[in-house]
């Protein structure tokens, strides 16, 4: 898809979170980009796939804060294109996000930083987990812990191209930008390490992606 002309709408009804350990997804986006900027061409060794999933899962907490700014990225981009660097601590979102993590192949990666697991992928990831938060209400995401899950069944239009054109994501310094083409978007769970059975249970229909 596009870079940033496109939004995304479809109705969702949570009926079964899957537990506290569940990461729901409202949406979940995926592309593939090399450090450099230039699209993935199958070498597992310089490929590296990118992620970016907002999870509603009221029960998933921040891990993001002024005092583990190693599960931050490096810097947040507001809609007007404002940077805001996570160490600023007066304005920087911390509970905008719950996990940021590196690819492991990056050459020049900001410290403190929590790099992704490298055994999940044949090739490195990165992976930005968003919390709802006012500072995605522009984009017609969720802006308070709750919204649209069990109990609260929505029909979301998401303006997921122009969240998804502000948001970090590493590069090389000194290289073109990366085009960034989302080529998966999905709508589910995955339930992190928990240690008894869960369940879930979820409808979705209406699923559309709107090109601008």
Known sequence: LPRTNFKVKFSLEIKKGGGPKSQFYLLDI????K???KPCDGDVLTDVTRYSEMIINPDVPVWCSPTQLVNCPPYHITPNNTKILRNDTANFPYGAYHYY???GNAKYLEEPVSLCDPYSNPQPQEI???LPHPA???YGYPTEK???WIGDPRTWVLDTGGLASRLYFYQDPDTLPAKRKWTS???GTEIFVSDKEEEAEWSLSNFDVILL
Request: aromatic letters at 10%; a negative charge.
């Open 128 to 130: 930005l987990q968003l």
């Open 35 to 37: 450090n450099n900027g």
């Open 146 to 148: 709750g919204q649209g």
């Open 30 to 33: 995926g592309s593939c980009w």
């Open 185 to 187: 978007i999905d709508v």
């Open 101 to 103: 993590c590196a690819p």
């Open 136 to 138: 995605w209400g522009e």
